[in-house]
């Protein structure tokens, strides 16, 4: 089968026609150096994608990766309280939208980026539960040994609205539990959980698991994520145009790839 990698490097040259349309924003001669920090959602697209902005622009693009929110040591809120330096945040639009009241993020810099559902996972080749309907995913649920979810948007979703939704959050207090930092993947592929919950595009890059498909839409919940400009960037242009590339139409292929539905936009304000 024909791995993410594999058909992100098969989408390289579409990416770069595309690029050509915004070498207007940064020359060569203004290479920088731009400091992302972002969360697992978006980062299979991400990578795929970076390199071709890196050569067209002439820019180098140095990535920190962590969740969006939790008190984990690389979590995005918590690199900036200890002083990391950074110009481009890439996260959840809710929590990145919590930081611009925080004076981390420039306000107006924010441009929202892709919608990504939630989906199920299990080790690879084991049974798949039905998750056809929200009577089938409560089953499948009550049924689980073991459950797992993320300790960013999609588990606070799953642990805090959806087991209150299906009327079983008591029964999942002994079997389901938040991974800190960790994919869910991860978890399910070493058989420490049955099902795990996360965003698809971040459960596709994991080796060792089936993804079962995504939640019903009765139960669905989509996360955006979004982009914007920090407060301490020193490279506050280059930023702008990276934020320009990822919300482009050259960026399309490799977000639908990834698992997740772009979102259309003009650029970073």
Known sequence: MTSMSAKFRGLALKFALGLLGILWLTS????????????????????????????ATGNKVLTAYGPSMGTTANAIPVRLERGEPADVLIMVGYA???????GKVV????????????????????????????????????????????????????????????????????????IPATPVGEIVARGEAE???QQISELKPVKGIDIVG?????IQQITIFSAGIATVSKEQEAGRALIKFLSSPA???AIIASGMEPISADGAK
């Open 195 to 197: 099902l795990g919950f």
């Open 214 to 218: 995504p939640l019903p839409k009765e």
């Open 96 to 102: 990145l939208t919590d930081l611009v009241g925080k």
């Open 251 to 253: 960026a399309r292929e």
């Open 28 to 55: 060569a001669s203004e290479a920088a150096e731009v400091r992302v920090m972002i969360s697992g959602g978006l980062t299979a697209a991400y990578q795929a994608l970076v390199p071709e902005f890196e050569k």
């Open 107 to 178: 306000a107006g810099s924010q441009v929202d980026l892709t919608r990504s559902p939630i989906g199920v996972a299990v080790k690879s080749g084991a049974a798949k539960p039905d998750i056809s309907s929200v009577d089938a995913v409560k089953r499948a649920l009550l049924e689980a040994k073991t459950i797992a979810y993320s300790d960013s948007a999609s588990g606070v979703y799953v642990s805090t609205e959806m087991f209150n939704k299906l009327g079983i959050a008591e029964a999942m207090k002994d079997k389901a539990r938040k």
